[in-house]
């Protein structure tokens, strides 16, 4: 069974610029989450998305923003991108919607660089 | 608040001695609690989970993890450490609240390094 995709592996960009982050989840999951790993700050929750619809979101500015196809699949979308943007971003998936007994599977993450 | 605390931010360990990385949470109500190990480069890989029954959970890779209510901990475990354990682990717990979307919250990781 294959596991979370996510693609690109890498992005660079320029301040101001906007970045699309693409994940497949796990066949039969309708849930994704979206983290932010960013050097000294730990991993922390972005957006939670099942059955095409936002369930949540994490202490982020509303530029980024994301949403989820038919397919499940989802997008992270970043506007007007800063340097501190720079981090890890990834995505997880779980049967959904939801038990708090269900395991979330992470994807191999993309890597944002902001020059 | 929901919190995670992983007191150290590296564990040092011989192989083929036991190891132990440490995890204390903060909850209200019930906790649902995980380990996650990341290698370089590499997202996160589940190891495993408690969310009732017995306090002695067994994950993946040989790892072990004990929960002890009292001492809100949920430490994980390693009868005999081999040096391809060494990566980044996470402790996190499940937020439940109904407006929460039970997001993860995650420890701050603690590096485990296993020298031959």
């Known amino acids: 069974e294959a596991g979370v995709t996510q693609s690109p592996t890498h992005l660079i960009k320029t301040r101001g610029q906007q970045a699309t982050l693409r994940c497949s989840p796990i066949s039969g999951h309708t849930s994704v989450y979206w983290y932010q790993q960013a050097l000294g700050l730990g991993l922390q929750f972005l957006l939670w998305?099942?059955?095409?619809?936002?369930?949540n979101r994490g202490n982020f500015p509303p530029r980024f923003s994301g949403r989820q196809f038919p397919n499940y699949s989802s997008e992270l979308n970043v506007n007007a991108l800063e340097l501190e943007d720079s981090a890890l971003y990834l995505c997880a998936s779980s049967r959904g919607l939801d038990t708090p007994q269900e395991t979330q599977y992470f994807g191999p993450g993309t890597r944002l660089l902001v020059l | 608040a929901q919190s995670v605390a992983q007191p150290e931010d590296q564990v040092n360990v011989a192989e083929g001695n036991p190891l132990t990385v440490k995890c204390t949470y903060s909850v209200s109500g019930n906790p649902y609690l995980f380990w996650y190990v990341q290698y370089p480069n590499r997202g996160l890989q589940f190891l495993l989970k408690?969310?009732?029954?017995?306090?002695l959970v067994k994950g993946s890779y040989g790892f072990e993890a004990e929960f002890n209510k009292s001492q809100t901990s949920f430490h994980l475990k390693k009868p005999s450490a081999l040096v391809s354990d060494s990566a980044l682990y996470f402790c996190a717990v499940r937020d439940i609240r109904m407006d929460s979307s039970y997001k993860l919250i995650f420890g701050s990781g603690t590096r485990l390094l296993v020298r031959p």
């Open positions: 998305y099942d059955e095409g619809e936002e369930r």
């Open positions: 408690y969310i009732t029954g017995d306090n």
